[in-house]
């Protein structure tokens, strides 16, 4: 099973009977050393079922799942490899009764969150709710409830926020929903407070994985350690040059307490990087350096020195962005990496693609914006994902006003208003309201014949929902449903632009072709709650729905460039990558030592800063340019920037590091002129030869 493993991960994989830290610098091979340690738990008697695998995204879920399969076959299906956030689902739709929630509850996605909080603060204004939504969220990752944040709130601001935060979770409780945040502090809540249901998880797990541990936030390694005992069985896989989430709730505190909770934790640390060349490498480690470490390590690889790092300096964006492009275009040309695909261009803030695209879009070079719109995030998909949460829960109310309201049914916002007066009068969700005796008393009798019409309607689909098995089944009754509700015409007739109302059809059928595979087992579900070869019910499905960001399938093989925030980079790498805008104040992003945060504050700050510039810099394999501009843009004017320190921290040969794209482009294009020459003249010499011939 330990086949073409180093020492240091043969090691990680067959320590088994205690708590293990293993920590995986960047390129070192963790998912490799995860998916040995399931086969080799598995080989040695922990039944697949016991093995519990937990990663961050539904993608890298996916992969595990994927790798693990290729080595211990059938087995992985049984293995439980998934997000918190799933493993949170599973835990509340087995044993969430205890705390009042019915299997059936609803997740709530982000827009629905700022819907109720706006309704909770009193508030129309959108921004100032996202506000609330920001703060409320970090309380809850730190694992504090409304009263605990009132308690130790700083000012009048942070006071208010959790009086809010106190209606928020009412409203959240009447609609039998939660939101991201309870996946993981409500499970916590079911392990700490009912010592029955924390006994079963115990004995369910005999060893739990955890991926990117150093991405964990309080209220998650708080669960941890509640599903692993005192026995301690786990294997926490992570890197602390890594930690770039503080921002909402990452805490490197919980690699600090590991050792102080488990003194007979085995640490192991991975240094060889299979990833980057040598150059590449010591610019990172030159980077990290200043850093102060809780385990110290450097980085080595085995590939060879390799092309030095590049800086590259540009007048402003626009030059940058014109360099970028020559970058790209002379690189392919010039070596084996032909494809589209091998080439990232990563930046600070989201911004800072707009220049970015301008000039691909000009040299016609075909890119994606990495972390642009999750398709789940369109309107058409959350139109469906509403009637979708309504089946599976009545008591959901912003799904009953998405569902009830697209389309358009005759139902006005007066009776709307109406109906939830009623219903917040009696304590009943919109849906039961619905069907109250009393209902008549307040509306008209055509108003409450409308409202029996969709709730009635809403029952049937539910119920057919529940009895659609398979594929074929799940494709049809979604095509009929669209009918019934005339969507598609809903969407043409929302639309000016007719193209884009059929490219939202297409991602409709799209999506209706998703769920039904997925009815059909044919595809593993990125959640961890369906497995492949196993026929579900289109409710089953639609119930795992709201934990996917993306549909994954949709990623693949696109043959184009990537342009990425280096905070959504972490994980991936590509043979050439171009790190952009790297100047003071945007990387790092602006400091200051004089704010709230204090100087302590900042120096923090600086540190989860140098390791970003780490992550961008350990995405490359093969080539690695920064670039920074002279000058940059401050609202219209252009202001004079400088060069990033970790530039300067690199510690690069200054004789080697200077580029400049164009004259390498101009010289390139110089040598196909003279070859495109010679090949003429050949041509013509030849031809004069037949002729004397």
């Not at 399969?69 to 799933?86: M, S």
């Not at 109720?116 to 939504?133: E, F, M, P, S, Y």
């Not at 589209?340 to 930046?347: E, N, P, Q, S, T």
């Not at 309607?457 to 095509?479: I, M, P, S």
């Amino acid at each position: 099973m330990s086949s073409g493993l180093n020492l240091a991960q043969q090691e990680a994989v067959n320590f088994m009977h205690g708590p293990c830290l293993v920590l995986a610098g960047a390129g070192s091979g963790k998912t490799r050393v995860i998916t040995h340690k399931i086969a080799r738990l598995i080989q040695s008697g922990v039944a697949p079922a016991r093995i519990a695998a937990i990663t961050f995204t539904n993608k890298a879920a996916a992969e595990m799942r994927e790798r693990a399969k290729d080595l211990v076959g059938k087995q992985a299906k049984e293995v439980l490899i998934c997000t918190f956030h799933a493993l949170g689902v599973r835990m509340m739709r087995q044993d969430g009764e205890v705390l009042g929630l019915k299997p059936q509850f609803s997740i709530l996605d982000s827009d629905d969150v700022t819907s109720i909080l706006k309704d909770a603060g009193g508030t129309t204004d959108a921004a100032t709710a996202r506000t609330w939504q920001w703060t409320i969220s970090l309380w809850k990752n730190m694992g504090l409830n409304a009263a605990q944040a009132e308690a130790q709130a700083k000012d009048d601001n942070e006071r208010v926020t959790a009086r809010i935060m106190a209606r928020y979770e009412e409203r959240l409780t009447a609609f039998q929903s939660v939101d991201f945040d309870d996946l993981i502090g409500l499970p916590l809540k079911l392990l700490r407070d009912f010592p029955e249901v924390r006994g079963k998880w115990q004995a369910q797990l005999g060893h739990v994985l955890v991926d990117e541990y150093q991405d964990t936030n309080a209220t998650q390694y708080e669960l941890l350690k509640l599903l692993v005992g005192e026995r301690g069985r786990f294997t926490a896989v992570g890197d602390d040059d890594q930690s770039i989430y503080g921002w909402r709730g990452a805490t490197l505190d919980n690699l600090r307490k590991l050792p102080q909770d488990y003194p007979q934790l085995k640490v192991i640390k991975l240094e060889q990087n299979y990833r980057s060349t040598g150059a590449i490498l010591r610019a990172a480690n030159n980077v990290i350096g200043p850093n102060p470490k809780l385990f110290p390590k450097t980085l080595f690889s085995e590939l060879g020195e390799g092309e030095p790092v590049r800086i590259v300096d540009a007048d402003n964006e626009e030059h940058e962005a014109e360099r970028v492009v020559a970058r790209i275009q002379s690189s392919r040309a010039n070596s084996q990496w032909k494809e589209w695909k091998d080439f990232a261009v990563l930046y600070r803030a989201n911004h800072q693609a707009r220049v970015l695209e301008q000039a691909l879009r000009k040299a016609q070079i075909p890119y994606k914006v990495s972390g642009g719109q999750s398709f789940f995030d369109r309107a058409e998909i959350r139109d469906l994902c509403a009637w979708f949460r309504l089946w599976i829960n009545n008591d959901d109310d912003p799904a009953f006003l998405r569902a009830v309201t697209t389309p358009k049914r005759g139902i006005g916002h007066q009776t709307l208003q109406q109906l939830g007066v009623f219903a917040s009068q009696y304590k009943l969700s919109l849906f039961e309201a619905l069907f109250a005796s009393s209902l008549p008393s307040v509306l008209s009798s055509r108003a409450v014949g409308s409202l029996h019409e969709f709730g009635r309607y809403v029952n049937d689909l539910e119920y057919r929902a529940r009895q659609t098995l398979g594929a074929e089944d799940a494709r049809a009754f979604l095509t009929d449903w669209l009918k019934e509700i005339g969507y598609e015409k809903h969407l043409y007739d929302s639309e000016d632009n007719e193209r884009l109302a059929a490219s939202r059809w297409t991602n409709v059928m799209e999506f209706c072709d998703w769920m039904a595979q997925r009815c059909g087992g044919q595809i593993d579900d990125t959640a961890g709650v369906i497995l492949a070869n196993e026929t579900k019910s289109l409710l089953e499905v639609a119930q795992t729905i709201s934990l996917l960001s993306t549909i994954s399938e949709r990623e693949k093989d696109q043959n184009v460039v990537t342009l990425s925030t280096l905070h959504a980079s972490k994980g991936l790498e590509w043979p050439h990558v171009v790190l952009a805008g790297v100047t003071e104040g945007m990387l790092p992003f602006k400091l200051d030592e004089d704010g709230p945060d204090g100087l302590e504050g900042t120096m923090l700050k600086l540190q989860e800063e140098r390791r970003l510039m780490y992550v961008g810099i350990t995405r490359a394999q093969r080539t690695l340019a920064v670039s920074w501009t002279r000058r940059k843009k401050k609202g219209r004017d252009m202001v004079a920037a400088q060069p990033s320190r970790f530039i300067g921290e690199m510690a690069l040969d200054k004789a080697t590091v200077k580029e400049d794209p164009r004259e390498k482009l101009k010289a390139l294009r110089a040598e196909f002129a003279r070859k495109a020459q010679e090949s003429a003249a050949a041509q013509a010499a030849q031809a004069a030869d037949g002729e004397r011939a």
